[in-house]
């Protein structure tokens, strides 16, 4: 008779850890800048606030300063890092590269019931866009990326942007008191393109949508120049 493997008893168990829900929230509140740039983060503090130990705080902090939120620096103050045009710019380069090919593979590979799925977002961001739901918006935004990588089956692209994005997502929340309509119609365009199967439209729209940053920067910063480093733009 064979035995119940005990390792079943664990699949069930997804459950975030204490550090994933402290570096979620954490995360939010830089990307929403209701922690801005250059304010100081302590260990202790933030344990206490959470009402955990120091090292889920600490792994969470590691992990934000690998993703470029957080400036850890031994003997001084952990501060969440100010926004780097540089970065910014950078990120835009490897999401429009990736992502132009995201699209083009999309086109091609995703069903029916794919795009239906994609069509449900465009629709929740249409009525955030009408709300002026900024913040649901953001996360609508990602969503429609993300998904039409993880449809796509290019799951590792979309991984690849998440290390690079953190300072392009700050900009991006920024412009969308003004922007959001504008990104809203690039979906639009990306959406009817990939539906239609055309790549090269879907391609270029995409890359209309993705460089619309290059000059939304140049407000952003002149707008909110504490939030930025002192880095000359290019």
């Known amino acids: 008779m064979s035995v119940?493997?005990?390792?079943?008893?664990?699949?069930?168990?997804?459950?975030?850890?204490?550090?994933?829900t402290v570096f979620d929230t954490l995360h939010n509140q830089i990307l929403l800048l209701q922690l801005p740039p250059g304010t100081k983060m302590s260990e202790v503090e933030v344990a206490k606030a959470f009402g955990v130990s120091r090292q889920p705080v600490r792994d969470a902090f590691y992990r934000l300063?690998?993703?470029?939120?957080?400036?850890i620096r031994p003997q001084r103050a952990t501060l969440v890092s100010q926004i780097s045009t540089t970065g910014v710019l950078q990120a835009q380069f490897v999401r429009n590269a990736l992502e132009a090919e995201t699209v083009r593979t999309a086109s091609r590979v995703l069903t029916t019931e794919d795009f239906d799925a994609l069509e449900d977002l465009i629709e929740q961001q249409r009525k955030a866009v009408k709300d002026k739901e900024r913040?649901?918006?953001h996360g609508l935004d990602d969503q429609f990326h993300k998904e039409i990588c993880e449809r796509a089956g290019l799951d590792f692209a979309w991984d690849i942007i998440r290390e690079y994005k953190a300072h392009m997502d700050r900009v991006r929340f920024l412009s969308l008191s003004y922007?959001?309509?504008?990104?809203?119609?690039?979906?639009?365009?990306?959406?009817?393109?990939?539906?239609?199967?055309?790549?090269?439209?879907?391609?270029h729209h995409?890359?209309?949508h993705l460089s619309r940053i290059k000059e939304q920067i140049v407000r952003i910063r002149a707008d909110h120049s504490r939030y930025f480093d002192n880095e000359t733009e290019t």
């Open 206 to 208: 995409m890359r209309i």
């Open 135 to 137: 913040v649901m918006f």
């Open 179 to 203: 922007a959001s309509q504008d990104a809203f119609n690039d979906h639009v365009e990306v959406m009817a393109a990939m539906r239609a199967r055309d790549e090269e439209r879907a391609m």
């Open 65 to 71: 300063s690998k993703l470029g939120f957080l400036s």
């Open 4 to 20: 119940p493997s005990p390792l079943r008893a664990l699949e069930p168990l997804n459950r975030p850890s204490v550090a994933d």
